[in-house]
Nanobody, 121 residues
Framework: QVQLVESGGGLVQPGGSLRLSCAAS????????MGWYRQAPGKQRDLVAA???????NYVDSVKGRFTISRDYVENAVYLQMNSLKPEDTAVYYC???????????????WGQGTQVTVSS
């Protein structure tokens, strides 16, 4: 059974930090590259950070140097450390397999509930 549970979001002032966590099903976590996606109001959901099974990471330009993705094989977890947050980072953040989301038995994209990050003074 697919499971993705995100947590750690909240309200933070510009320049602040947050650490997001994602608990993933072992069946998908151990064989997949994982990523963090975000979706701002009125915009599409985009991949912002990804990590392979070998630990290689990639980031979109807008978060490079500020965000760090990591994964823990014991906990089946993926993390996103976000520093120097900006108002434009405000979005709902989701974790999933990368570069495409995991699908359920019917072939539909599966997403967890996400976690809201709001950067505002």
């Amino acid at each position: 059974q697919v499971q993705l549970v995100e947590s750690g979001g909240g309200l933070v002032q510009p320049g602040g930090s947050l650490r997001l966590s994602c608990a993933a099903s072992g069946s998908i976590f151990k064989i997949s590259a994982m990523g963090w996606y975000r979706q701002a109001p009125g915009k599409q959901r985009d991949l912002v950070a990804a990590i392979t099974n070998g630990g290689s990471t990639n980031y979109v330009d807008s978060v490079k140097g500020r965000f760090t993705i990591s994964r823990d094989y014991v906990e089946n977890a993926v993390y996103l450390q976000m520093n120097s947050l900006k108002p434009e980072d405000t979005a709902v953040y989701y974790c999933n397999t990368s570069p495409l989301p995991v699908t359920d038995k019917r072939g539909n994209d599966y997403w967890g509930q996400g976690t809201q990050v709001t950067v505002s003074s």
